[in-house]
Nanobody, 123 residues
Framework: QVRLVESGGGLVQAGGSLRLSCAAS????????MGWFRQNPGKEREFVAA????????NYADSVKGRFTISRDNAKNTLYLQMNSLKPEDTAVYYC????????????????WGQGTQVTVSS
């Protein structure tokens, strides 16, 4: 099991930027695909982005493509999500998770979820 801790959320105006981090425990982080999801109260947790184990392949939700960038630093056991041109509809709690292969967009293909970090975008 991998322990994940997200950070970097906050309040930002529309059009602004934030960078989320996800710190992973353990020496096996570099072996795993990773993903970012987000969720609002009463709604399903939705896929945002995924990256393969060495960072050579990525997958994005259509709603964030061209604005968000997922990356990782395996030497630091850290996953990132750079979010630019933020919109009010990006407001959510953002979670990172370990992927079980294939850069899936399905929540069921991920495990070891972090506790989440709140992102609020004001209009």
């Amino acid at each position: 099991q991998v322990r994940l801790v997200e950070s970097g959320g906050g309040l930002v105006q529309a059009g602004g930027s934030l960078r989320l981090s996800c710190a992973a425990s353990g020496r096996t982080f570099s072996s795993y695909d990773m993903g970012w999801f987000r969720q609002n109260p009463g709604k399903e947790r939705e896929f945002v982005a995924a990256i393969n184990w060495y960072g050579g392949s990525t997958n994005y939700a259509d709603s964030v493509k061209g604005r968000f960038t997922i990356s990782r630093d395996n030497a630091k056991n850290t996953l990132y999500l750079q979010m630019n041109s933020l919109k009010p509809e990006d407001t959510a709690v953002y979670y990172c998770a370990v992927g079980m292969g294939g850069l899936s967009r399905s929540r069921s293909a991920y495990r070891d979820w972090g506790q989440g970090t709140q992102v609020t975008v004001s209009s």
